[in-house]
């Protein structure tokens, strides 16, 4: 249901059209070959609207993707400025002008906030590299 109300949202221009060319041919047109317009027409309509949640769900991957690799890039380029906290309940925060990692000691899970988004990753070998670059930046090796 999410998926017809955004392609309603997003795509009611063309829903409007359609109607319109609707209305021109029931009025036009009167004969079976009517009925048959506004069947092809009706049926296209339904298709294309059933396959946009394909295409949302591909955008929203692709932007996810994109921000994922612009994120580790300014992890490795910020490396040398980032500051390692220790909080008293056993998590940790690492931050720069513009990326804040948080995670819990012993765990593979963190949570990147770049961009005012914040997504839940596997500390993979890149990151792991950025938070110990950190601890060296304040000391805490």
Known sequence: MEAWIAFIQE?????????????????LVKTIIKWVLVIV??????????????TLQSVSGAALTEISSQAIKTIQDEAKDAKYTKNPDGTYTVGTKSVKIEGKDGSADVAI???????????DSAIQAFI???KKNTGQQ
């Open 41 to 54: 027409i009706v049926g296209a309509l339904l298709v294309y609207g059933a396959n946009y949640k394909d």
């Open 113 to 123: 906030t770049f961009m005012n988004r914040t997504f839940n990753v596997k500390a």
């Open 11 to 27: 795509r009611w221009l063309l829903i409007a059209a359609a109607i319109i060319v609707l209305l021109v041919v029931i009025s």
């Open 132 to 134: 110990d670059q950190a």
